[in-house]
């Protein structure tokens, strides 16, 4: 007999492969095509195991049979969470993103996934249209190191966060790789992908620390993963 964690992950894999690669971007960002797994290892170096390990411990902060609400910003194409939210029926999700285009894949997702809880709306991190402590969860899966006002950025999240709820995700921090650093310096930046300024492990740390309660991070080479309680 399964356990419950494998059990969900079967569901998550089924739902992975049920959506298919998709565009460049999700082939990437999931490192399951061949030219998306070329830029990884090039920009990134990384492999599958660091990719899969990035992505389940920015999710940890969520539990198996979380029922509550959920704040997903930005939700991008959806590709990372979506399948992830095929296993969270009980869940009350709305997924929030600056880019039309991207809110429509993740759109498109949702319905080939036949699921029902999840809300969409095109929206600015830096001014969300919630009120106080709203959500029980707000994740941002590598949204930090693009959004130009990083500052509103923290105290937004912060602000829908009831206390006792769970900041979690992940983003590109400087400083722990050089070779990845420069590939953002000169290539991301430069295209508009991402905008400086960007956190080190150490000021990031530091950062929240000042703002919550408890706080759980690592890194996966230039990716920091976090879950933060208010």
Same mark, same amino acid.
């Given at each position: ?9 079967? #569901?998550? @894999?089924?739902?992975?492969?049920? !959506?298919? =690669?998709?565009?460049?971007?999700? &082939? ?5 095509? +061949? ?71 993740? #759109?498109? @997702?949702?319905?080939?996934?036949? !699921?029902? =809880?999840?809300?969409?709306?095109? &929206? ?5 249209? +919630? ?94 993963? +976090?879950?933060?309680?208010?």
């Amino acid at each position: 007999m399964c356990s419950p964690t494998n059990e969900r992950n079967k #569901k998550i @894999k089924s739902a992975y492969q049920s !959506l298919g =690669n998709g565009s460049f971007y999700d &082939g990437m960002i999931t490192n399951t095509t +061949f030219l998306g797994s070329a830029v990884n290892k090039i920009v990134w170096d990384y492999n599958q195991n660091d990719n899969n390990l990035y992505i389940e411990r920015a999710l940890s902060g969520i539990e198996n049979d979380f029922k509550g609400k959920l704040l997903d910003v930005p939700v991008g194409t959806g590709i990372l969470t979506i399948p992830f939210y095929s296993t969270l029926k009980d869940a009350d999700i709305t997924c929030i993103d600056y880019s039309k285009e991207m809110l429509m894949q993740a #759109k498109e @997702k949702t319905e080939k996934l036949q !699921l029902t =809880n999840i809300k969409y709306q095109v &929206g600015d991190v830096g001014h969300l249209e +919630f009120e106080d402590h709203s959500f029980d969860r707000v994740l941002s899966m590598n949204g930090f190191h693009a959004f130009p006002d990083k500052e509103a950025a923290y105290n937004e999240t912060y602000r829908v966060l009831k206390t006792g709820g769970k900041f979690c995700g992940c983003f590109y921090i400087k400083g722990q790789c050089s070779r990845t650093d420069k590939f953002i310096d000169t290539v991301y930046v430069k295209k508009g992908y991402f905008t400086p300024p960007f956190e080190t492990l150490e000021s990031f740390t530091e950062r929240m620390n000042k703002m919550y309660s408890k706080v759980e991070i690592t890194n996966v080479k230039s990716i920091v993963c +976090f879950t933060c309680t208010k």
